[in-house]
T-cell receptor
Framework: AQKVTQAQTEISVVEKEDVTLDCVYETRDTTYYLFWYKQPPSGELVFLIRRNSFDEQNEISGRYSWNFQKSTSSFNFTITASQVVDSAVYFCALSDGHGANSKLTFGKGITLSVRP | DTGVSQDPRHKITKRGQNVTFRCDPISEHNRLYWYRQTLGQGPEFLTYFQNEAQLEKSRLLSDRFSAERPKGSFSTLEIQRTEQGDSAMYLC??????????????FGPGTRLTVL
């Protein structure tokens, strides 16, 4: 069975601080995909990134960066120079990559509050 | 607007009543998913369709729940004899995915159900 653990539940930082959101996953599949989604107060889940299990390169997109390490089954998300607009709930999710069923298994989410 | 849309956005009903929600996916997407999200939790998979075929249902989907995607386009989720435990946000997502092609799921704004 697949499982995603987001051990941090709530994080509060002051604007311009860097913050890292942790994600640990469990799967027996050799092919799988990892995701991060953002859920702002409006409620709609916004896709941030997808990473497949064969690509361990770290990725940077503006102030966002992701660190994927298969050895520790982790896919951590760092926001550099946080802003108030980054305040949201962030979900890490896992999907098998077989195509036959690509349902997402989500973690419980991390509530990030960025104070001015 | 070419995103996933859901209707209604909010539904308040009395216990024992039936409710139906509608989801319109992104037009070219072949897969459509339903998830349920309760307060403080990540979304949980309910069921998904590949075109008009319902390919998997979660154990969470009791016999009071039924979903359809009659023409492979929009989908409906019906809950019969609602219970207070059905109160949640019901999320719809769509993707363009096959055994050979994997793409991320895009989510709609959700339907928030409150059962009194």
């Amino acid at each position: 069975a697949q499982k995603v653990t987001q051990a941090q539940t709530e994080i509060s930082v002051v604007e311009k601080e860097d913050v890292t959101l942790d994600c640990v996953y469990e799967t027996r599949d050799t092919t799988y995909y990892l995701f991060w989604y953002k859920q702002p107060p409006s409620g709609e889940l916004v896709f941030l990134i997808r990473r497949n299990s064969f690509d361990e390169q770290n990725e940077i997109s503006g102030r966002y960066s992701w660190n994927f390490q298969k050895s520790t089954s982790s896919f951590n998300f760092t926001i550099t120079a946080s802003q108030v607009v980054d305040s949201a709930v962030y979900f890490c999710a896992l999907s098998d990559g077989h195509g036959a069923n690509s349902k997402l298994t989500f973690g419980k989410g991390i509530t990030l509050s960025v104070r001015p | 607007d070419t995103g996933v849309s859901q209707d209604p956005r909010h539904k308040i009903t009395k216990r024992g009543q039936n409710v139906t929600f509608r989801c319109d996916p992104i037009s070219e997407h072949n897969r459509l998913y339903w998830y349920r999200q309760t307060l403080g939790q990540g979304p949980e998979f309910l069921t998904y369709f590949q075109n008009e075929a319902q390919l998997e249902k979660s154990r969470l989907l009791s016999d009071r729940f039924s979903a359809e995607r009659p023409k492979g386009s929009f989908s409906t989720l019906e809950i019969q004899r609602t219970e207070q435990g059905d109160s949640a946000m019901y999320l719809c997502a769509s993707s363009l995915t096959s055994a050979e092609l994997y793409n991320e799921q895009f989510f709609g704004p959700g339907t928030r159900l409150t059962v009194l």
